[in-house]
C-alpha cells in the first residue's frame, strides 16, 4: 500500500471521501491486510450506548500482519533497531525474521506458563527488544496485554494488575535510565505482596542485578525460552477482540484501562503512521517514547511493523553521557524520520548548541511532535536546528483514547504553522462545541474539540467500567466524542490545540489527573488536605504546583517538601512529584465546598492582578494568605 499523497488538493479530496463515504474508505484502506477472513460489514456504530465495531466479523491476527506478511518481502530487512543506554555497547539490528522467531518463541513460552486467549498479561519491562517481544507474543495467541511504564511505583502497578485481573507478570531484574539503575524487580516484588492472584513472574536478566527469586513463582526469561522453539502457530482472532489494555489518568478517581481493539488499530495505526510522515519505504524512523505509553505501542510496535518499517528502540535518555546522545543516534542509525516530544525539544534547546553540531543530521526527512502543545519557540529552534529548514514538522494531536494520530499536518504536503496541528486526517471528523453543548461552525472560532464520528482506532470502552467510558466521554455532548481539551479554529481553518479543559494536567507530555496527584500528597500523615493545579513550565510545558494544608503548621517546611515529593514518587512513580509545594492554612472554597481552582491557577501562574469575583468564597481572606504566599 502506497499512501503517499502527491499535494494539498489530494489531500482534500481524499479527505472529503473519507468522510462523504467513511465505510469504503476505510474498506479501501483495509484490504492491503492479510485477514483471515474478511469481515462481514466495516462499521456499527451508536455513540449514545456507546458501541463501536468495526471490520465486523473479520478474523485475522496482528503479529501475521506485523511479522509473517513481511518475511517473503524483507526477512532479512531489520525491524526493530534497538540502540542501548550506553552509547559505548553495541546496537542490536533484528530483521523481521529474527523478530518472527523471537516473538513465537516468547508466545510459545506463554502458552506453556498456561496463558490462553483473552488472558491479561501485565508487562514491567524497561526499553528492551523482550518488551516488542512480549507485547506481540501475546498477540500471537490472543492474550490481552497491559504494558505498564517502568517509571510507575508499586503502588500504581498494585492498580493495574488488580484491575485487568493479571495472572502473569514479564518484567526485568533491573533497567538502565542514563547513569541510574532502576530496582524492577524489587518494586515489582513489593508490589506482588498485594496482588496475590499473580502466579507467575517471569525475569528477564538486563542489568544483572542478581536479584532475589522468590520459587514456585519467579522464572528466568532465558530459561523459560531455551526450552520452546521459534515457531508459534498464530491464534484466529476477532477483528473486535483486545489487543491491550492502557491505563491513563482520569481527572477524578483511579487511572482509566482504555481498551484497544484488533483490526481497527491495526488498520489505523499503519494507516496514519504511512500518512502523517508520509513514510517511504526502506526509511529509518525513531519514535522517542517509551513503549510505555500510547505512543510507543502505536508507533514504536505496531504501525511501523504493520507498515514494514524499520522502527527504533533506544533504552536511554536525551541528557546522558551528554546532550548530543539524540543526534548520536541518529547519526549512527541514519535515522529519516524523528518522532518525539515538546519537552524534550525543549530540554534539549537548553542545552549548548555545539551538542548539535558535532552529529551529521542530514539523513532526517522528517520531524513529527506528540504528546502537548508544541510552542512556537520549540517549534523555531527545532525547525532550525534539527530539520536545518528543511524537515517539515508534524504536530501530531491524539490520545491514549484514541489509539493513533487524529489532527496533524501530512508531511512535506500541508503548509505548516508553529503550534497548529493543522488539520484531521482521513476519516477524522472534529467539530469545536460551545460551553452551551453547540457546535460552532465557520473559521476563527473557539471552543471544546469533539469528534462526532467514529474512527478505526478509538477505545471501544474502559476495561471493567463501561459506564465511566461513556460518563467520561460521550456524556458531555451526546452522541459525540468528548477530547477534554479546547481548541481553535482560525481564519483559514486550522486547528490548534489550547490544552486541557478539564482537571488532567499535562506533564512532560504525560497525562496526570490532580486529583490522583492530590490524594498521594494526601497520604503524608502531617497533610490534612491539597489542591493541586498545573502552571507553565519552561521544559515540562505544565509543573505541578500543589496548595496544601497540614494538621499543624509545618516547623521545617524543606523537610517537609521532601517528605511529600517522596511521597507522590512512591504512589504514582517520579513523573507525578510536585515542582512547587506551599504550605497553606485553607483553600480558596465555596460556600458549598467547592475549591475555586481558576483562583489557583491564577496564583500558581503567577498572574494575581484579577482574580476575578472572589466574594461568593466561604472565606474570602485565605486568597490573600496564598498570594502572599505564592512560590
Ligand atoms: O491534551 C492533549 C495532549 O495530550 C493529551 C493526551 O495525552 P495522552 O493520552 O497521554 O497521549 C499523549 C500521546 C498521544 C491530549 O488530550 N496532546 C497530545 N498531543 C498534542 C496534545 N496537545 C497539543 N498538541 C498536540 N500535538
Request: glycine content about 8%.
Amino acid at each position: 500500500m502506497n499512501h503517499a499523497i502527491k499535494n494539498f488538493e489530494e489531500y482534500e479530496r481524499i479527505y472529503n471521501k473519507s468522510i462523504s463515504d467513511p465505510e469504503s474508505f476505510w474498506a479501501e484502506v483495509a484490504e492491503g491486510f492479510h485477514w483471515r477472513k474478511k469481515w462481514d460489514k466495516v462499521l456499527e456504530w451508536d455513540f449514545t450506548k456507546p458501541e463501536v465495531k468495526w471490520f465486523i466479523n473479520g478474523k485475522l491476527n496482528i503479529t501475521e500482519n506485523c511479522l509473517d506478511r513481511h518475511l517473503e518481502k524483507r526477512g532479512n530487512q531489520t525491524a526493530i533497531i534497538w540502540e542501548p543506554n550506553d552509547p559505548k555497547e553495541q546496537a542490536k539490528h533484528i530483521t523481521y525474521k529474527e523478530l518472527y522467531g523471537k516473538v513465537c518463541q516468547a508466545a510459545n513460552m506463554l502458552k506453556r506458563l498456561g496463558v490462553k486467549k483473552g488472558d491479561r498479561v501485565c508487562i514491567y519491562l524497561p526499553m528492551i527488544p523482550e518488551l516488542a517481544y512480549a507485547m506481540m507474543a501475546c498477540a500471537r495467541i490472543g492474550a490481552v496485554h497491559s504494558v505498564v511504564f517502568a517509571g510507575f511505583s508499586a503502588r500504581s502497578l498494585i492498580d493495574r494488575i488488580t484491575d485487568a485481573g493479571c495472572k502473569i507478570v514479564l518484567t526485568a531484574d533491573g533497567g538502565y535510565r542514563g547513569a541510574k539503575t532502576i530496582d524492577l524487580k524489587g518494586i515489582m516484588d513489593e508490589a506482588l505482596q498485594q496482588c496475590s492472584e499473580v502466579e507467575k513472574v517471569v525475569v528477564v536478566d538486563h542489568v544483572h542485578s542478581n536479584p532475589e527469586i522468590k520459587q514456585g513463582r519467579d522464572l528466568w526469561w532465558h530459561d523459560e525460552i531455551s526450552k520452546v522453539n521459534e515457531e508459534c502457530e498464530a491464534e484466529e482472532m476477532d477483528a473486535e477482540d483486545l489487543l491491550y489494555i492502557l491505563y491513563t489518568s482520569g481527572s477524578t478517581g483511579r487511572p482509566k484501562g482504555m481498551v484497544h481493539t484488533i483490526g481497527g488499530y491495526m488498520v489505523y495505526t499503519d494507516y496514519t503512521f504511512r500518512t502523517t510522515f508520509q513514510y517511504q519505504e526502506g526509511q529509518v524512523y525513531w519514535c522517542t517514547a517509551d513503549i510505555g505509553w500510547v505512543t510507543g505501542h502505536s508507533y514504536i510496535i505496531y504501525g511501523p511493523l504493520s507498515a514494514g518499517a524499520t522502527t527504533v528502540m533506544f533504552e536511554g535518555v536525551p541528557s546522558w553521557p551528554d546532550w548530543g546522545r539524540f543526534w548520536q543516534v541518529i547519526e549512527r542509525h541514519r535515522i529519516n524520520i524523528l518522532y518525539t516530544a515538546p519537552t524534550a525539544i525543549r530540554a534539549l534547546a537548553k542545552a549548548p548548541l555545539h551538542f548539535v553540531e558535532a552529529y551529521d543530521l542530514s539523513s532526517l526527512k522528517v520531524l513529527g511532535s506528540v504528546g502537548e502543545p508544541i510552542n512556537e519557540e520549540a517549534w523555531h529552534w527545532y525547525n532550525k536546528n534539527i530539520g536545518k529548514g528543511n524537515c517539515p514538522i508534524v504536530d501530531t494531536y491524539w490520545q491514549t483514547e484514541t489509539g493513533g494520530v487524529m489532527l496533524s499536518p501530512i508531511a512535506g504536503i500541508t503548509k505548516t504553522k508553529p503550534g497548529f496541528a493543522t488539520f484531521p486526517l482521513p476519516g477524522v471528523q472534529p467539530v469545536i462545541m460551545n460551553d452551551g453543548g453547540l457546535e460552532v461552525k465557520g473559521n476563527k472560532v473557539e471552543g471544546r474539540l469533539a469528534i462526532q464520528f467514529p474512527w478505526p482506532a478509538m477505545a471501544r470502552t474502559i476495561y471493567g467500567d463501561h459506564k465511566r467510558f461513556k460518563d467520561t466521554y460521550f456524556s458531555t455532548f451526546p452522541g459525540k466524542y468528548f477530547t477534554g481539551d479546547g481548541s481553535k479554529r482560525d481564519e483559514e481553518g486550522y486547528y490548534r490545540i489550547t490544552g486541557r479543559v478539564d482537571d488532567i494536567i499535562i506533564v512532560s507530555g504525560h497525562n496526570l489527573g490532580t486529583a490522583e496527584v492530590e490524594s498521594a500528597i494526601d497520604e503524608h500523615v502531617e497533610v490534612c488536605e491539597t489542591a493541586v493545579v498545573g502552571y507553565p513550565h519552561d521544559v515540562k510545558g505544565q509543573g505541578i504546583y500543589a496548595f496544601v494544608i497540614c494538621y499543624e503548621k509545618p516547623k521545617e517546611e524543606e523537610k517537609l517538601r521532601k517528605e511529600i515529593i517522596d511521597t507522590v514518587s512512591k504512589i504514582i512513580g517520579p513523573i507525578a512529584k510536585p515542582d512547587k509545594i506551599q504550605f497553606v492554612s485553607g483553600l480558596p472554597k465555596t460556600r458549598s465546598g467547592k475549591i475555586m481552582r481558576r483562583i489557583l491557577r491564577k496564583i500558581a501562574e503567577g498572574d494575581t492582578s484579577n482574580l476575578g469575583d472572589v466574594t461568593t468564597l466561604l472565606d474570602p481572606t485565605v486568597v490573600d494568605e496564598i498570594k502572599e504566599g505564592a512560590l
